[in-house]
Structure formats: structure tokens, C-alpha cells
């Protein structure tokens, strides 16, 4: 398998102040995989998941469904590659008995583009579902992806559902510098049975990077009384502890930080040029807290392909025998991410503007015969927790059963 790095997107995006869902973006501004598969990476840490099942504790079990909600952002850490735009009718399925899971998504809407996922444990532990649409804003220097839709898990020995919606993420230096993501906003996790609720802020870096990459947060009971302290790096880790401790560390930390804020005084607002660096580069551990998740190492040759994980990197394999299992349109089968994927560049951008083609012609037909798009293994309707606007799987796709499909590649 030959990989070959993706081109920095440069001056591209100072040309465009319109919606950039809509744009079509040349194919060497994209990592080989699509926005579908992006999604399944959330599923790399789900012994995190079954150790929240394993708790006898609702706090202890929050703790852990809280380390799994961060830890599903933090592949995005360095990943500058835009994932393909999943194609209308595009399926992705992941089964992984090693982690004990098994995953279907689909593309169940293009204008707005919505993914829809579906994620269930191989002994019947747990449920994971959502949907995702993105929403894109420019903002000259930076684009930012507001994650819009709802993340749901439940945890079937419990009987317990927990709801969350991801922070924000964002890229900077779009039109020049280097490249670098963070992700802020604030992260409520909800135990619809307990009421327990669970309440993280994904710092902004600010002008001299203090914050960089830090998440802070707490749980508290339904009654709002706070129970313990999170804290860690949505890159690296994240760590429990007592509130008193944790209260009384932030006042020493303020105070011994005047001085250093003192000195850093500055009028400017402007977002940096280049990524600030952090005043420490790994977690500053408080003593008596409890380590909840730690990042897994990325391949040593990670940068050379796209800065992907070890989890990422096997997303596109196509074992003996799957091709005639799995539907046509399964993204693997995608003829422009296989050709990116072997570093045939043309064959991909040549690829891709056919498939688009396509699906805008295959769009067209169907407005001049008032044919309706009809999704295959997700329907819309209420979250059966929040009452949000959700997808939610409707069955039957491990059956195998794959007639009907659109040709969509």
C-alpha cells in the first residue's frame, strides 16, 4: 500500500466566503477515508464503554461514559485531511470482535449533509448512536465545524441512556502557516435515569496558549450538588478528583499565575498565526486523582500518512471474501478514496468529480419525476430521550440483505 501525504489547503479557502459544505474541494486537500469512516474512530476506545457497564456506581460509571465522550474527539488531534463528503445513499460498516463491537453508518441526507451511525456491543452491553451535520463557518483565517446533533449511549445492564453533543472544532491558518485544530465549547453529558448530568469545557487556546487543548469540567447529582472534578487534555488524558482538592489546586494555580499574566499583557485580540505553545506540554497531575483515559501512541509514521492512529489506519482493509459481503455502497468500494489510498492522485481527482457528477444527475432525475430519496437503514424522528431531531436505525442491515441498493459509485 503506498500512501502519499496530503498538500496543505493554502491559499484555497480565502477565495470562497459561501457555505464550504458546498464547495467542491480538489481531491488533495482529503485524507482517504470518508467523513463515514471518521465517525467509527469514535468507537476506539470502547473498553471505556464496558467499563462504564462493569460500575456498580452511577458517579464512577459518568466518569467513564465523560473519558469516552473525550476521547472520541481526540483522533482529530493533527489531522489536517479533509475526509471525503460521503456520496447520498454511501454505507460504511465496521466490525471489530477484538473490541467487542460491530458499527453501520449511512448518508442519509446531502443538502444538509447528515451521517447517521448506529453501534452496538457483540455480547449486547451497550447501544451507540447518532447523527452528525456539521455546520461550517469561515472566518478569514480559520474554519470552524460546529458538530450540530445528538451522540447517544446507552448502557443496557443499567438500564441507562446518556445524551452529549461534541464541542466545536476548529482548523486555523487555512490561508497560510502551518495547519493546527482546536476544539472548544462546552460538553453536557446527560444520565436520563439518574439525572446526574456531567458539564466539560474544552478551553480556547487564547493569545498565548495557556489553555491549549485543556478540558475542565464536573459531575454533579440531580440535585446539582457536585460530586467529583475531570481535568486533562482532550489530546492526552483525562483525570478525576475530589471538588475540594480540585477547588483549592485552581486558587494556588491562579495565584502563582499573576505574575506570568503580568508579564504576557498584550491589546491585541487577533487569533495567533502560528499554534501557541503550552506553558507545560503534558498534564499537570493534581496528587490523589485518578487517571480515567490515556491516548494511545500513534504510529511511528504516523505524519508520512496523514497522521492517522493505528485504529485509523486499518479502516480502509478489505479482507478475503468482504468485498462479496458487504453492499456496493460500502465507502471501501469507493473508487476515488481506494485510488488516493494506493497514491494515484489523478485517477482520485478524476474519480471524485465523476461521482459527483453523478449523484447531482442522479439529484436532477429525481426532481423532474417528484421521486423521493429514501433512506435504507436509518429513519428520522425523536431522540427517544431528549426529543431531539435524530436518525435512528430501523433494523435488518447484519441480515445481509442487500437488494435494492442504489448504484451510487
Known amino acids: ?24 474541494m480538489p481531491v488533495i486537500f482529503n485524507e482517504p477515508l470518508s467523513f ?17 457497564n462493569q460500575c456498580h456506581d452511577p458517579a464512577e460509571r459518568m466518569q ?21 463528503n460521503p456520496l447520498l445513499g454511501e454505507t460504511y460498516e465496521l466490525v471489530r470482535e477484538d473490541l467487542g463491537f460491530r ?72 490561508i497560510v502557516g502551518k495547519l493546527w485544530i482546536e476544539q472548544y465549547g462546552n460538553m453536557e453529558i446527560t444520565n436520563h435515569k439518574t439525572g446526574e448530568k456531567c458539564i466539560l469545557s474544552f478551553k480556547p487556546c487564547g493569545l498565548f496558549g495557556k489553555e491549549l ?23 492526552e488524558c483525562l483525570y478525576s478528583i475530589s471538588p475540594a482538592t480540585f477547588e483549592s489546586y485552581k486558587k494556588n494555580d491562579k495565584k502563582n499565575g499573576e505574575e506570568k499574566k503580568n508579564l504576557k499583557q498584550s491589546a491585541s485580540n487577533e487569533e495567533p498565526d502560528e499554534m501557541p505553545l503550552p506553558d507545560c ?13 490515556r491516548i494511545a501512541p500513534r504510529p511511528s509514521n504516523s505524519a508520512q500518512m496523514y497522521n492517522f492512529t493505528s485504529f485509523a489506519l486499518t479502516l480502509n482493509e478489505l479482507d478475503k471474501g468482504m468485498e ?11 473508487p ?26 442522479a439529484r436532477k432525475n429525481r426532481s423532474k419525476s417528484d421521486e423521493d430519496w429514501t433512506t435504507r437503514w436509518f429513519n428520522q424522528g425523536p431522540n427517544p430521550y431528549n426529543g431531539g431531531q435524530d436518525w435512528l436505525y430501523s433494523g435488518n442491515y447484519w441480515n445481509r440483505d442487500y437488494s435494492c441498493l442504489p448504484d451510487i459509485y
Open 281 to 293: 506540554e503534558s498534564v499537570q497531575v493534581i496528587p490523589g486523582s485518578t487517571l480515567l483515559w
Open 103 to 174: 458499527l453501520i453508518s449511512e448518508q442519509v441526507s446531502h443538502h444538509p449533509p447528515i451521517s447517521a451511525f448506529y453501534a452496538e456491543g457483540l455480547t449486547g452491553d451497550f447501544i451507540f448512536h447518532g447523527s452528525i451535520y456539521p455546520k461550517l463557518k469561515f472566518w478569514g483565517k480559520s474554519v470552524e465545524a460546529e458538530p450540530r446533533g445528538i451522540i447517544t449511549l446507552e448502557l443496557l445492564k443499567h438500564n441507562e441512556a446518556y445524551t452529549w453533543t461534541n464541542p466545536t472544532c476548529c482548523v486555523h491558518n487555512i
Open 36 to 52: 463515514l469512516q471518521r465517525l467509527s474512530e469514535y468507537m476506539e476506545h470502547t473498553y471505556l464503554i464496558q467499563k462504564a
Open 213 to 235: 487543548h485543556k478540558v475542565e469540567g464536573y459531575i454533579q447529582d440531580k440535585s446539582k450538588k457536585k460530586q467529583c472534578c475531570l481535568y486533562g487534555k482532550w489530546t
Open 336 to 361: 476515488d478514496i481506494r485510488a488516493m489510498e494506493n497514491g494515484d492522485i489523478d485517477t482520485a481527482s478524476e474519480e471524485k468529480k465523476r461521482l459527483e457528477e453523478k449523484q447531482r444527475a
Open 64 to 84: 467513564c461514559v465523560a473519558a469516552f465522550a473525550v476521547s472520541a474527539v481526540a483522533s482529530q488531534w493533527e489531522r489536517t485531511g479533509k475526509p471525503f
Open 324 to 334: 462479496s459481503a458487504i453492499p456496493k455502497t460500502d465507502c471501501r468500494l469507493r
Open 1 to 24: 500500500m503506498v500512501w502519499k501525504v496530503n498538500m496543505p489547503l493554502g491559499n484555497f479557502f480565502c477565495l470562497f466566503k459561501q457555505e464550504l459544505s458546498k464547495i467542491t
